[in-house]
């Protein structure tokens, strides 16, 4: 599997992390760490571009769902943008896609907050 | 005359004897100091040889503190120096760590102000500092010996600016000496010792002397170290193991026989812990509950989070008919004490014995598989729900609903966890749903014995030898025709 490499833009408030690769056990601590960046400088609202993201375990799903849950807590959020469709039916098999925003394209999700 | 050259003859007779004996005497003494000094040598050296042999002996009995200890107290015999420290390279390979100290040994990095040096007039102080102090890997003398891995020798320290200079006195470095560990080319600490006893410098016979009882200690230290990590690996089974009795005994120790009902499950617990379970629970007496869940920890706090999960589970469910009440109820008790992203992944099924009807649902887990008996394809069975400890019980309630369906003489239905599907070959392949449902399909008529044994036999073959990271756990039944 590839390694997830996460590549952040900053959009005004908004911070984008574009993420390439697999997030499974072994990768995910390094996504954990960039959310956890965010959220020491308060900056809660977060769109995930995953378009070239192969594979996510449900452990780095988790660690979605706990920062969007902390993030709406002030006033933040955390989206989905781009899933190809092996991601959407893991995370649609989860029921978060009904907990979680997903949009097609980056600005969608941008004009959303 | 004749006299008189007799005379000047014996006086320089006895003029040469008196420089003969003067030579003679002063050879005497150099050879005599020359002989004392490689007496002593030698005694350093037989003094080390079995020094070297003290720090071998019993070595396997010692923790790494003990060890260091001794390795300092060898280093400090053998250079008769006042003081020492022996710095361990910490696993991150770029800081060292004091890993023993002895005698009045100053800090040799850092500024001291004139407070603390007067606050370290007490030894203990000193220690307490030094022992704290983390060093980077090039900083200072110390830094500098693990970086290159050459010893340094410093005979007069007045004119050194890297070694510190204190005004009290017995805080003052007379001269350093500090060698590298090395195992293998690669840096293990530093050993330094200060101010030789006699007032005299450091020569280079120490520092030959010092670098053997250095490559000594490094095979002992890199046992140890190894040692320390093996004993931490230990550990971590040891965890594993607790985690894997605590998964075992929640699992059912015999499946229930139902008349007119075929029921077969199993587990396969993966390398590291995972957090499947199952469950059969009686509802009525005439309904059974068939319970299939993954938590999305492992280890001791996946086992931990499905014992919880069962133990709700099993108040919640008698009497209770509709599967998603049960799981929402299961939900609201749950969400306080699962962590923020921690999740758990359960099928919850009621079965009517009498009618056949099977109530499903599913929150946030793999939908359960159809094979109808009367051969007219398989199919998923759709069920729209949610994980639990994810959402309130309101948000829970919206998603999670029951599908119901009546089950007729010949149909098999089979529920898995996530291990099934993702399991994974050497080329990191995954087994994938198209095989699993190939494989269910073609054994399907045989009954959910069948179902299993096709599965897991199809499954070993695919992922051969390659280590399983996640459970599997398989459930199959079958209305008997």
């Known amino acids: 599997m590839r390694e997830c490499v996460i590549e952040r833009e900053e959009k005004g408030d908004m911070d984008i992390l574009h993420l390439d690769g697999s997030l499974d056990a072994y990768s995910f601590p390094r996504l954990e760490g960039s959310l ?60 978060f896609h009904k907990i979680l925003e997903i949009y097609q394209e980056i600005d969608e999700a941008v004009n959303s907050f | ?39 002593q040598e030698k005694e350093v050296i037989f003094g080390f040889i079995h020094d070297a042999g003290e720090v071998f002996a019993n070595a396997e009995g010692l923790d790494m503190e003990g060890m260091l200890t001794r390795v300092l107290f060898y280093a400090m015999r053998t250079t008769r120096a006042g003081a020492g420290a022996v710095y361990l390279l910490e696993s991150d390979k770029q800081t060292l760590r004091n890993g023993a100290v002895s005698g009045i040994f100053p800090p040799l990095i850092g500024k001291v102000d004139a407070g603390l040096e007067r606050a370290m007039s007490k030894s203990q102080h000193i ?47 007379h001269s350093i000496l500090l060698v590298p560990m090395r195992f293998h080319q690669q840096v293990l600490g530093v050993i ?37 990590s093996l004993n931490e690996k230990q550990r971590i089974d040891h965890d594993l193991d607790i985690a894997r009795n605590i998964q075992m005994s929640l699992l059912p120790k015999t499946i229930p026989k139902i008349e007119g009902i075929e029921l077969a499950a199993f587990n396969y617990p993966a390398l590291e812990v995972g957090g499947d379970y199952y469950d059969f629970v009686e509802v009525d007496e005439k309904r059974i509950g068939i319970a299939l869940a993954d938590v999305s920890g492992k280890g001791i706090s996946g086992a931990i ?50 009618t056949h009807e099977l109530a499903i649902a599913r929150a946030g887990h793999e939908r359960p598989i159809l094979v109808p008996g009367d051969k007219s394809g398989l199919h998923v069975i759709e069920s729209p729900g949610l994980a639990i400890g994810i959402g309130d019980e309101e948000a829970f309630g919206m998603i999670t609903k029951d599908t119901v369906i009546t089950l007729h ?73």
């Open chain 1, 36 to 95: 956890n960046g965010l959220r020491e400088n308060s900056r809660n609202k977060v769109i995930l571009d995953c378009t070239g993201l192969d594979y996510i375990s449900s452990a780095a799903l988790g660690a979605l769902i706990g920062f969007a849950r902390r993030a709406r807590e002030s006033n933040g959020d955390l989206k989905l943008v781009n899933l190809t469709p092996k991601i959407y039916n893991i995370v649609e098999l989860l029921g």
């Open chain 2, 1 to 39: 005359m004749g006299c008189c050259s007799f005379v000047f003859f014996s006086a320089f007779l006895i003029i040469a004897l008196v420089i003969a004996l003067y030579i003679t005497v002063r050879r005497y003494r150099l050879l005599r100091a020359e002989r004392d000094e490689l007496e």
């Open chain 2, 127 to 173: 220690q307490k500092l030094v022992r704290s102090q983390v060093i980077r890997k090039g900083e200072g003398l110390i830094g500098e010996v693990a970086d290159i891995g050459m010893p340094i020798l410093i005979e007069d320290p007045e004119r050194d600016p890297r070694v510190p200079h204190y005004d009290l006195d017995y805080l003052k470095i």
């Open chain 2, 192 to 228: 330094v010792v200060i101010n030789r006893v006699d007032g005299q410098p450091f020569i280079q016979t120490d520092l030959n002397l010092l670098q053997a009882v250095a490559d000594q200690a490094s095979v002992s230290i890199h046992f140890a170290q190894l040692r320390e």
């Open chain 2, 305 to 354: 989070m499905m014992s919880m999960c069962r133990s709700v589970l099993r108040s919640q469910a008698p009497g209770v008919t509709s599967p998603a009440k049960v799981l929402n109820g299961v939900n609201h008790l749950m969400r306080k004490d699962i962590a923020d992203d921690m999740f758990v992944s359960m099928l919850y099924m009621i079965l009517n014995i009498e």
């Open chain 2, 409 to 481: 003489p010949g149909d098999v239905v089979v529920t898995y966890t996530d291990g099934v599907t993702e399991a994974m070959n050497e080329n990191e392949q995954e087994w994938g749903i198209d095989n699993f449902t190939e494989a269910i399909r073609v054994s399907a008529d045989e009954g959910a014995h069948s179902v299993l044994n096709n599965v897991q036999q199809r499954l070993m073959r695919f992922v051969g030898e390659t280590p399983q990271y996640d459970d599997t756990t398989l459930l199959a039944l079958r209305v008997v025709r």
